[in-house]
């Protein structure tokens, strides 16, 4: 044989070897997609049967609740107003409230200023035990400033600005109490003085030996 002739029987056996390849690749893939086919038709099944047997399940469990009484069916139907009445509040706890009023009253032993809304809800409250005085300083009227300011703030932090002083007692931190609130950047509305004044009622103690 020629060398020519050598050379076309190689080429062909190479296109022989080559068509065999792609022959199994191809058969390699169909198999592939036929494994793939059966895999989703499974997972198909198993999700309807899975279902049927939900449904199956509902009617069964919805039998198996227990009966409320009256007196149960009740209590639970209270129970959600108040989480609504709850919710409320919590709301309502964010609103700012423009006007108030403050209560002032000055003793001699100590010196006590609440600050409420319109309807007397107490917004904010001091005294000079919170502020940290003790004893016979109490009853100053530096410490009568500091509770002031101090409740002054807290009722600022909620919106307040505008406020009507009530003042009640005879002690020494009447005057710096109401300063103290207006030093503090709120707006002094009115001023009324809320002593009691006794019109010959008690029998009053007996006189000091001095």
């Known amino acids: 044989m020629s060398e020519d002739a050598v050379k076309a029987e190689a080429v062909k056996q190479e296109a022989v070897e080559e068509e065999a390849v792609k022959a199994k690749a191809a058969k390699k ?4 997609e036929k494994a793939a086919k059966t ?3 499974d997972v198909a099944k198993k999700a309807a049967a899975k ?3 939900a449904e199956q399940s509902e009617p069964a469990v919805a039998e198996e609740k227990p009966v409320l009484s009256e007196a149960a069916a009740v209590m639970a139907e209270g129970e959600e107003p108040a989480k609504a009445t ?3 509040k919590k709301k309502g706890k964010g609103k700012s409230i423009p006007a108030g009023i403050a209560f002032v009253r000055s003793t001699f ?3 006590l200023v609440s600050i409420a809304d319109a309807r007397g809800g107490v917004i904010a409250w001091s005294s000079a035990g919170k502020a940290g005085f003790k004893g016979s300083r109490k009853s100053t009227a530096f410490a009568a400033t500091m509770v002031a300011q101090d409740a002054a703030r807290q009722a600022m932090s ?3 600005h505008e406020v009507e002083v009530r003042i009640q007692g005879a002690g020494a931190g009447r005057e710096s109490a109401v300063r103290a609130i207006q030093s503090a950047g709120m707006q002094i509305t009115l001023l009324k003085d809320c002593t009691p004044i006794p019109h010959n009622g008690c029998r009053p103690r007996k006189r000091r030996r001095v």
Do not use: I, Q, R
């Open 29 to 32: 893939e169909v198999v592939k």
């Open 39 to 41: 895999a989703k038709a």
């Open 51 to 53: 279902a049927d047997v």
């Open 86 to 88: 709850d919710a409320a």
């Open 109 to 111: 032993n100590n010196t």
């Open 158 to 160: 909620k919106g307040m």
